[in-house]
C-alpha cells in the first residue's frame, strides 16, 4: 500500500490506536461498575453516556477506516472476520440504543449495560486475538501510520458520535467493501 514515507514517525499506527481504545473501553466499564454501589441515577449516566458515544464512534471509525482495508489486503479469513466485527459492532449499538431508552440505574439499563459490555468484550478480544493481527501482517507500517492520521481526524470530526451509527448488514458491507 502507499503512504507516507517509512521514516515518518510523526503519525501514530491505527492498530495501535485501536489498541489504546480498547484499553479504555475495558477501563471505562470498570469505572461504571463501580459507580453500582453509588446507584446515582446522574453519576451513572455522566459515566455511561462518553463512554457509549466513544463505543459508537470507534465502531464507525473501524467500519469506515480500517476494515475496508483489511477486506482488501488482509489474509482470506477477512471477510469472514470483517462480517463477525460488524455483528459485533450491530450488537453493542443495539445495547446501546437499549440503554438510552431506560432509567439509568435501573435494572433494565443494567441489563443493557451488561449486554454492551459483553458484546464489546467478545468483539475486542476477537480483534485483538484475530483481525488486528491479520491486519499488521498485511499491511506496511506506513500505510499503518496514514491510517492512524484518518482515525485521528475522523475522531476529530466527530467528537459527539450520536446517531452517528446506525446497525449495519455485515454481509452487504462485505460486499460494499471489497
Known amino acids: 500500500m502507499g ?3 517509512d521514516n515518518d514517525e510523526g503519525s501514530a499506527d491505527i492498530s495501535e490506536l485501536i489498541l489504546q481504545a480498547h484499553e479504555s473501553f475495558r477501563r471505562a466499564f470498570v469505572d461504571l ?12 449516566a455522566a459515566a455511561w ?6 463505543l459508537e464512534l470507534h465502531a464507525r471509525a473501524e467500519e469506515t477506516i480500517f476494515y475496508p482495508v483489511l477486506l482488501h489486503h488482509g489474509s482470506d479469513d477477512a471477510p469472514a472476520e470483517t462480517i463477525d466485527a ?3 459492532h450491530n450488537e453493542i449499538r443495539d ?3 437499549t440503554a438510552s431508552g431506560t432509567q439509568p440505574g435501573s435494572g433494565a439499563w443494567w441489563d443493557a449495560v451488561y ?5 464489546n468484550d467478545d468483539h475486542l478480544g476477537e480483534e485483538e486475538r484475530d483481525v488486528i493481527p491479520d491486519f499488521r501482517a498485511h499491511t506496511d507500517p506506513a500505510s499503518r501510520r496514514r491510517l492512524g ?4 481526524t475522523f475522531h476529530a470530526q ?13 454481509q452487504d458491507y462485505v460486499v460494499d467493501n471489497s
Do not use: F, Y
Not at 115 to 119: F, I, L, M, N, S
Open 3 to 5: 503512504g507516507m514515507p
Open 33 to 44: 461498575w463501580d459507580l453500582r454501589e453509588v446507584g446515582d441515577p446522574v453519576a451513572l
Open 49 to 54: 453516556q462518553p463512554l457509549a458515544d466513544e
Open 86 to 88: 460488524i455483528g459485533d
Open 95 to 97: 445495547a446501546i440504543t
Open 115 to 119: 449486554e454492551c459490555r459483553k458484546a
Open 149 to 152: 492520521a484518518q482515525w485521528l
Open 158 to 170: 466527530h467528537h459527539s458520535a450520536r446517531g452517528l451509527s446506525d446497525d449495519i448488514d455485515p
